[in-house]
């Protein structure tokens, strides 16, 4: 699990399951957190939409997870740091 470096992600007290890996990124790099690739990806079919209600801004959003699938969620987020890792870890 990839995690930004937030004091709340380092609680002293934290128990991790044995099949969770944390991996910190760098401090204040949003640009490599591959949830902000998945955003933008879902931004390009939304930005111009004015939507009337939060309900249809969500409905819309979910519609457009359930399409993008997992290989393009993958190439969104499969950054080399992140598969080197896991590839060291043999996971």
């Keep these: 699990m990839q ?3 937030g004091a709340f992600h ?3 007290k ?4 044995e099949n969770i890996v ?6 204040y790099s949003p640009d490599i957190n591959p949830i902000e690739r ?3 990806h879902l931004k390009k079919e939304s930005s111009w939409v004015n939507f009337n209600t939060l309900a249809d801004l969500q409905e ?3 519609e457009q997870l359930n399409i993008i699938g997992q290989k393009v969620v993958a190439s969104l987020t499969g950054y080399p740091f992140i598969l080197s890792a896991l ?3 043999n996971l």
């Design 3 to 5: 995690l930004d470096n």
């Design 10 to 12: 380092k609680a002293q």
């Design 14 to 17: 934290l128990i991790i399951p």
């Design 22 to 27: 944390l991996l910190f990124q760098p401090a």
């Design 38 to 40: 998945v955003w933008q």
């Design 60 to 62: 819309k959003i979910c």
């Design 87 to 89: 590839e060291k870890l």
